[in-house]
């Protein structure tokens, strides 16, 4: 239902755009995310936009440096990371909550991609 690309590998201060394309759901006035985590720690949210309640939300440790988007012609959502430190590196996941105009939407984000992998090495 959703599909991330887009990772690979990329050297320190460099920068990546995922995508993630949705399929059999509508991105489309719902909540969308983006979360990493690394193997044997917890996933980590990075950053929701939710339309209803107006709001796009970053996490600190990539505000400034991460920008989420979405193209709803396409029913796709990015994610374009800049200034990539090592410590960026992980899989990286796209959610997408599935009820329209849901207040509160980036508290149910339920429908979730695979995961790209992210690595950040010189």
């Known amino acids: 239902l959703l599909v991330e690309a887009g990772g690979g590998l990329v050297q320190p201060g460099g920068s990546l755009k995922l995508s993630c394309v949705a399929s059999?759901?509508?991105?489309?006035?719902?909540?969308i995310g983006w979360f990493r985590q690394v193997p044997g720690k917890a996933r980590e949210p990075l950053s929701c936009i939710s339309e209803r309640d107006g709001i796009t939300q970053y996490a600190d440790s990539v505000k400034g440096r991460f920008t989420m988007s979405r193209a709803d012609a396409k029913n796709t959502m990015y994610l374009q990371m800049n200034d990539l430190k090592p410590q960026d590196t992980a899989v990286y996941y796209c959610?997408?909550?599935?009820?329209?105009?849901?207040?509160?939407?980036?508290?149910?984000?339920?429908?979730w991609g695979p995961g790209t992998l992210v690595n950040v090495s010189s």
């Open positions: 959610a997408a909550e599935t009820v329209q105009d849901r207040p509160g939407g980036c508290g149910y984000l339920e429908v």
């Open positions: 059999r759901i509508t991105l489309d006035h719902v909540a």
